[in-house]
């Protein structure tokens, strides 16, 4: 069976596009991507308010689509991510140090770029967006929405304003350097 099956319409989709793409940026103001998390904080999020006869593929598919990182030639990667998803502890605290140890240790890849938003800063848009670069294609970008009920851009104003948004959070971001810092310190403190 094909792992996209299992997925909502509407992010069939963009999973076939972040296959190919050569740079990915991440907003995620809420929760850890998809794209990074580790087993146990991806078996949290699928198993919230779903039906559990389709956690195993979900699971199967949310884990295969990280073998794009895994490539011999990976995409370049920005993730930026609100202080309040560094923070919580939904998850519970052994699971995200886990996931913080993954995001340490995907930041140390000379591909991937971690950026912190603080709690403090002046940052309003709730929704994850995700921008994806082709080597030979026009631009995408994916807004996502409840149940996985997002959509795939990939109109160019559209996309236009969208990369405006992620740019905008991004200026309120710590620096990947203090943001390894500050998810390392977030760490200890669990």
Do not use: C
């Amino acid at each position: 069976m094909d792992r996209l099956q299992v997925l909502p319409p509407g992010f069939r989709p963009f999973v076939k596009a972040e296959r190919k793409a050569t740079y990915i940026k991440i907003y995620g103001p809420l929760l850890i991507p998809g794209l990074v998390q580790t087993g146990d904080y991806a078996t949290r999020v699928l198993t919230e308010g779903r039906r559990p006869d389709k956690f195993e593929e979900l699971f199967a598919a949310r884990m295969a689509r990280q073998e794009v990182l895994a490539q011999e030639e990976p995409p370049w990667l920005l993730i930026v991510i609100s202080e309040v998803v560094i923070r919580s502890i939904a998850a519970g605290r052994e699971v995200m140090r886990g996931q913080l140890q993954r995001l340490l240790d995907l930041a140390m890849q000379p591909h991937v770029t971690l950026q912190v938003i603080p709690a403090e800063a002046p940052v309003f848009h709730a929704g994850d967006i995700v921008l994806l670069s082709f080597e030979d294609e026009p631009d995408m970008g994916f807004v996502d929405a409840a149940g996985g009920h997002g959509r795939l851009l990939d109109d160019r104003h559209d996309v236009d304003e969208l990369a405006v948004i992620f740019d905008q959070a991004r200026s309120a971001a710590l620096s990947a350097e203090d943001s390894v810092r500050f998810v390392r310190n977030v760490m200890e403190e669990m």
